[in-house]
């Protein structure tokens, strides 16, 4: 077969002189920086996922990467173990093709919700009332984490200290109600490998559910078991 002429050869050549072109235009363009505002918009999308089911009005403000980096098909984002979702937070995106990297992005959470707060000044032990509480909004995210927003499934529970006028209620200062209480009658449950029996004794000391407490038997025996509601103690062997 005849070989193609000069003209032919030519053309075939600018050809591919011109798809080498496109080639590394294509190549170039896919290794260019990555684009910060993607990786804004994936991390507010990670925390609006993990601040879905607080009450209250969620705002979020990503800050971009102060640096560039180059461009990710495929970016994965997450918070390092144990930090909170609101407040002051750090996001992490990392990139997992085509080039593996990893960058933290300052965030700031608000969550505008209601918390409660003492009404006036609390002593230790004290039981609190509906009178006890009243409800604020502010920004649960400049409040411990443990902050009270349900101020109605706290009644009951116990102070652990002293509270002062208009202190934000926390978990860590109560205890639940007594579920056991010194000197009554309690049920003891005894249950233990293919066996369970009830027997009557008397609690030696206050305990709030999940405590441990000391139970005197009708033999005269002190054994000791959790508290559950209802002024009964529950012992496995």
């Known amino acids: 077969m005849a070989a193609g002429s000069p ?26 920086p990555q684009d910060p505002a ?11 996922t993990q601040t879905a089911g607080l009450p209250g009005k969620v705002t979020i403000q990503v800050k971009p990467p102060r640096a560039a980096l180059p461009a990710c098909a495929a970016l994965d984002a997450f918070q390092p173990a144990g930090s909170r979702s609101i407040g002051k937070v750090s996001v992490g995106v990392r990139c997992l093709a085509p080039t593996p990297w990893t960058v933290y992005l ?11 707060v003492t009404r006036q000044p609390l002593p230790a032990n004290h039981v609190l009332t509906a009178a006890d509480l009243v409800l604020r909004e502010g920004d649960l995210g400049n409040l411990p984490a443990d902050v009270v927003s349900d101020a109605g499934a706290m009644l009951g529970y116990r102070t652990v200290s002293g509270l002062a006028a208009g202190a934000p209620l926390r978990n ?27 027997s009557e004794g008397q609690a030696l000391a206050n305990a709030s559910r999940g405590d441990r407490v000391r139970v005197k038997t009708r033999s005269g025996q002190v054994i000791s078991g959790v508290a559950h509601d209802g002024q009964q103690v529950v012992v496995s062997f």
């Open 106 to 116: 300052p965030a700031q959470v608000r969550v505008i919700g209601p918390y409660a």
């Open 172 to 198: 860590a200062m109560l205890r639940p109600p007594l579920a056991v209480q010194q000197g009554q009658s309690t049920r003891l449950v005894l249950n233990g490998p293919g066996f369970s029996v009830q």
């Open 7 to 32: 003209r032919t050869r030519g053309r075939t050549h600018g050809l591919g002189l011109i798809a080498a072109c496109l080639c590394v235009a294509s190549a170039s363009h896919a290794a260019g």
């Open 38 to 48: 993607a990786l804004q918009a994936h991390a507010e999308r990670f925390l609006k």
